[in-house]
């Protein structure tokens, strides 16, 4: 089992940071969901052509007094805490996986809700930050999803990028960690990755629309 530690300091990493800690609200527009469409790609394999797609849908985003208190979790009482407390929180949404895009890894097409949702606007883009207690691609609990490798893993995330074009078209690129341990360094007051077990899958042709 592979085990790694990384602060959340690269431009993609850094969008779960600016989610949960940025002081400035950030609403839905008009109260219309969200829904994306993707290719998942291994990061083992880049560059396959086949890959699975990817639906996801934002219902809601998450409110400053939820972002604050998952904060005050996570800073006291660890991931595991975390993870129960999203499991307590009002759906913000869902992603699945469709096997049907053309031979990915027979990953699991049951939703996984997400329970925590950010937008972040940038000067030229904007990132999204999604969080679920459970295991997007493999299932809703650590034993459905790879027995004991994922226990100790009791969080995943989607951070998207994404791009409004000239033509009025939103499309991007995105990372899925499914299973991860994190912790919050008071000190620089950044979201840190102590250890998550798999590659991310890479998400690729990201586009988004409104309904």
Do not use: C
């Not at 989610?19 to 527009?29: F, G, L, R, Y």
């Not at 990953?107 to 996984?112: F, V």
């Not at 995330?157 to 919050?184: C, H, P, Q, W």
Request: proline content about 5%.
């Amino acid at each position: 089992m592979k085990s790694r530690t990384t602060v959340l300091n690269s431009t993609a990493a850094a969008a779960l940071v600016l989610a949960i800690a940025m002081t400035v609200p950030v609403s839905a527009d008009d109260g219309k969901e969200i829904h994306i469409k993707a290719r998942a790609v291994s990061s083992t394999n880049i560059i396959r052509a086949a890959s699975d797609l990817v639906d996801i849908r934002i219902e809601r985003w998450s409110t400053d007094d939820e972002r604050e208190e998952l904060i005050q979790i996570l800073s006291s009482e660890g991931s595991k805490a975390l993870a129960s407390a999203l499991g307590e929180k009002e759906n913000t949404g869902w992603v699945s996986f469709d096997p049907r895009g053309g031979g990915g890894p027979g990953r699991d097409p049951r939703r996984a809700y997400f329970k925590y949702a950010r937008e972040i606007p940038q000067a030229e883009h904007k990132e999204i930050i999604l969080i679920t207690n459970e295991y997007p691609g493999y299932g809703q609990t650590p034993q459905a999803a790879d027995g004991a490798k994922l226990a100790n893993y009791p969080v995943s995330f989607v951070l998207l990028k994404l791009r409004e074009s000239d033509n009025g078209e939103t499309t991007g690129i995105g990372r899925m960690f499914v299973g991860a341990k994190l912790r919050y360094d008071m000190a620089s007051k950044k979201f840190v990755i102590d250890e998550f077990p798999m590659d991310p899958v890479y998400l690729k042709d990201v586009k988004i629309k409104m309904k």
